[in-house]
């Protein structure tokens, strides 16, 4: 999550402002806390609370009218996971198990500690320290949700496009994939470039233009409420894989 930032790169390719390495040494750096994974915004702000309670509650409306019930198991993915905040607040009490592919090692090693309990529970599987441009998903495992959050704008287009066909091959059917994402503030619908961690923000039409792209229905979209001013404008989106793409 980073703040409303401006400069002349950000409207030159920022697909070629990307870096992967750079991005790693980047987060690498960052105290591995709620404080140092949102950017400032940590437990002595409201974002972390308002940040889960909107979650919920989009998840809950998608799941009223798109996910089917029944009684298997079911599994989640956490893409992007950094220490772990969204599988223990959110996803590892709407899922029976969950997976989390985090690539910055410390976060990872944090992580562990976080989840120690819900280990003891059985409601964490694997934790994959990899980047989401390289995860392959395994043709045994299906997934019931998928969700990244505040990662997207690390991969290019492209890898963005291939993370998602590898995406529809893990979901089970009728599952569902949630991405919760900054939106580009930029008045000519540019993405913005962010020096600080490399990465870069898309706006609302150029993610619902790739989903397009990619063969994904969009289901449901709500924009997150109650945060702070200074921060980009956050969207959730719901997605299903198109059957006809």
């Known amino acids: 999550m980073t703040l409303k930032l401006s400069t002349e790169k950000e409207r030159i390719a920022p697909d070629d402002l990307i870096s992967y390495d750079d991005a790693i040494k980047y987060w690498s750096s960052i105290e591995p806390s709620i404080n140092g994974v949102l950017g400032g915004y940590g437990d002595t702000t409201n974002v972390p609370r308002v940040d889960i309670v909107g979650s919920l509650i989009f998840y809950r409306r998608v799941k009223t009218k798109f996910l ?16 772990g905040r969204v599988t223990k607040n959110l996803l590892s009490n709407i899922c029976d198990q969950v997976d989390l592919l985090e690539p910055v090692e410390n976060f ?11 280990k003891a529970q059985g409601k964490i599987g694997e934790i994959l320290q990899i980047s989401m441009q390289n995860w392959v998903p395994k043709k045994t495992h299906k997934y019931h949700l998928l969700w990244c959050q505040w990662c997207c704008g690390h991969i290019t287009d ?3 496009l291939k993370w998602m066909d590898n995406c529809r091959l893990a979901l ?8 919760k994402e900054n939106n580009s503030t930029d ?6 470039f962010d020096p600080t961690d490399f990465s870069k923000t898309r706006s609302d039409l150029h993610f619902k233009k790739l989903f397009k792209q ?3 229905n969009l289901c449901l979209t709500m924009k997150q409420r109650g945060m702070p001013r200074e921060l980009y404008p956050i969207q959730m989106y719901a997605l299903q894989p198109d059957k006809n793409p």
């Open 68 to 83: 089917k019930t029944s009684e298997e198991t079911k599994y989640g993915i956490d893409f992007g996971a950094g220490i």
């Open 214 to 216: 990619a063969g994904w």
């Open 158 to 160: 492209d890898d963005f």
């Open 108 to 118: 990872v090693v944090k992580m562990n500690e976080e989840l120690r309990v819900l």
């Open 187 to 192: 008045l000519h619908g540019n993405d913005i």
């Open 172 to 179: 089970k059917e009728g599952g569902i994939l949630i991405i």
